[in-house]
T-cell receptor, first 111, second 116 residues
């Protein structure tokens, strides 16, 4: 079985500051990991995915995430936050015909 | 538009009424999922289909909920005798396998249900 824990339901950063959204997973099989973004009043969009190739994964809009097996983590980062990054971010783990989502982290970007 | 579509986008109903939602997946995707999302929470898995077969149903899903995918294409989700606690966003996703036993999902815009 898989599960995901997103640390921090709300994260607030200043425009231009580093964004770090934390995700830890539990999986009984080698995991595939995803980050999704949900902008206000819109559906979920895939931001990036880890599929056992490179451990550092680059996604859209300047986001990237690093898979760290020893820490069972898949944290999402962006060097410089933009106002348009304000959204809800969901981490998800997939494998063994199952896919589970975290509870989400709401990112607020202050001018 | 070749993405996942859902209808209706919004539904307001009175407690006790039945409602039905429709999802049209991406045409080449053989898996279709239903999720429910309430405010401030991540998506909650409800059920999924591989082609027309319903392979898994969440144990959290009451018997008032039923889903079908009769021809392996579009799917319907019906809620009978709606309750106020059913108010949520109902999301549909179709998926493409990207590795052995692993897939990535493409979500529809959702149907927002409000039960008065």
């Amino acid at each position: 079985a898989q599960s995901v824990t997103q640390l921090g339901s709300h994260v607030s950063v200043s425009e231009g500051a580093l964004v770090l959204l934390r995700c830890n997973y539990s999986s009984s099989v080698p995991p595939y990991l995803f980050w999704y973004v949900q902008y206000p009043n819109q559906g979920l969009q895939l931001l990036l995915k880890y599929t056992s190739a490179a451990t550092l994964v680059k996604g859209i809009n300047g986001f990237e995430a690093e898979f760290k097996k020893s820490e069972t983590s898949f944290h999402l980062t962006k060097p410089s936050a933009h106002m348009s990054d304000a959204a809800e971010y969901f981490c998800a783990v997939s494998g063994d015909n199952d896919m589970r989502f975290g509870a989400g982290t709401r990112l607020t970007v202050k001018p | 538009d070749t993405g996942v579509s859902q209808n209706p986008r919004h539904k307001i109903t009175k407690r006790g009424q039945n409602v039905t939602f429709r999802c049209d997946p991406i045409s080449e995707h053989n898996r279709l999922y239903w999720y429910r999302q309430t405010l401030g929470q991540g998506p909650e898995f409800l059920t999924y289909f591989q082609n027309e077969a319903q392979l898994e149903k969440s144990r959290l899903l009451s018997d008032r909920f039923s889903a079908e995918r009769p021809k392996g294409s579009f799917s319907t989700l019906e809620i009978q005798r709606t309750e106020q606690g059913d108010s949520a966003m109902y999301l549909c996703a179709s998926s493409l396998e990207i590795g052995a036993g692993v897939e990535t999902q493409y979500f529809g815009p959702g149907t927002r249900l409000l039960v008065l």
